[in-house]
T-cell receptor, first 115, second 115 residues
Framework: AQKVTQAQTEISVVEKEDVTLDCVYE???????LFWYKQPPSGELVFLIR??????QNEISGRYSWNFQKSTSSFNFTITASQVVDSAVYFC????????????FGTGTSLTVIP | GAVVSQHPSRVICKSGTSVKIECRSL??????MFWYRQFPKQSLMLMAT?????????EQGVEKDKFLINHASLTLSTLTVTSAHPEDSSFYIC???????????FGPGTRLTVT
C-alpha cells in the first residue's frame, strides 16, 4: 500500500493565485515525521519543512503554509500568491521511527505557475 | 549545517564501463547513507541503505553486484555502477542521516547518461 499519496500529478495556476498541494499518508507508528521538498528543474531537492507526529500546529513561512491534520492523515501545503519561481515538482515524504527512519516519498506534484 | 555533496554532478559513460559516484557529508558524521534513483517524471526510488563499516542493504529488485556501495567512513559513501547500460541512465541522489536518524540530508544528485 502506498504510504504517501499525492493525488495531484500536475497542477497549473496563474501567477498570484493560491494553490494547495495535497498529501495523505498512512502509518501505524505513533512517532513519525512528515516532510515537504521542492525539486526544481536542476534536480536538487530543497528541504521545505519537517513536522513530527506530536506537533499538529500549522506553520506559516512567508508565502508557504502547511496544514497538518492527524484526524485525516493529511499534511497539505499551500502556496499563497504563487510566483513563476514556484514552478517545480513538490514531494511529500514520511519517515517512521519503527522502520529505521526510511523515507517514503509520494509520487510528487508538478506545479506550473503561468505568468 | 548538514551539507551533503555529490561528485560528479553529471557523467557520461560508454556502455559496458563502470562509473563511481561519491557522496560526502561535509559537516556531520553520517551514520547511515541512502542511495536513490529517480527516472524522469517519477519519484525517488530507494536503492540501498548503508551503515558505516557494514554491508549495504539493498531494496528488492536492485542488483547488488551491479550497484556496488561502499560506506568506508562516516563522511563518505560511494556508488559504483558496474558494466553500465543505457537503461542505467538516471538521476542518482544520495542522502545521509546522523545518529539521531529522523532526518535525511540530500545531496544535489548525479545525472548519469550511458551511451
Amino acid at each position: 500500500a502506498q504510504k504517501v499519496t499525492q493525488a495531484q500529478t500536475e497542477i497549473s495556476v496563474v501567477e498570484k493565485e493560491d494553490v494547495t498541494l495535497d498529501c495523505v499518508y498512512e502509518t501505524r507508528d505513533t512517532t513519525y515525521y512528515l516532510f515537504w521538498y521542492k525539486q526544481p528543474p536542476s534536480g536538487e531537492l530543497v528541504f521545505l519543512i519537517r513536522r513530527n507526529s506530536f506537533d499538529e500546529q500549522n506553520e506559516i513561512s512567508g508565502r508557504y503554509s502547511w496544514n497538518f491534520q492527524k484526524s485525516t492523515s493529511s499534511f497539505n501545503f499551500t502556496i499563497t500568491a504563487s510566483q513563476v519561481v514556484d514552478s517545480a515538482v513538490y514531494f511529500c515524504a514520511l519517515s517512521e521511527a519503527n522502520t529505521g527512519n526510511q523515507f517514503y516519498f509520494g509520487t510528487g506534484t508538478s506545479l506550473t505557475v503561468i505568468p | 549545517g548538514a551539507v551533503v555533496s555529490q561528485h560528479p554532478s553529471r557523467v557520461i559513460c560508454k556502455s559496458g564501463t563502470s562509473v563511481k559516484i561519491e557522496c560526502r557529508s561535509l559537516d556531520f558524521q553520517a551514520t547511515t547513507m541512502f542511495w536513490y534513483r529517480q527516472f524522469p517524471k517519477q519519484s525517488l526510488m530507494l536503492m540501498a541503505t548503508s551503515n558505516e563499516g557494514s554491508k549495504a542493504t539493498y531494496e528488492q529488485g536492485v542488483e547488488k553486484d551491479k550497484f556496488l556501495i561502499n560506506h568506508a567512513s562516516l563522511t563518505l559513501s560511494t556508488l559504483t555502477v558496474t558494466s553500465a547500460h543505457p537503461e542505467d541512465s538516471s538521476f542518482y541522489i544520495c542522502s545521509a542521516s546522523d545518529s539521531l536518524g529522523y532526518e535525511q540530508y540530500f545531496g544535489p544528485g548525479t545525472r548519469l547518461t550511458v551511451t
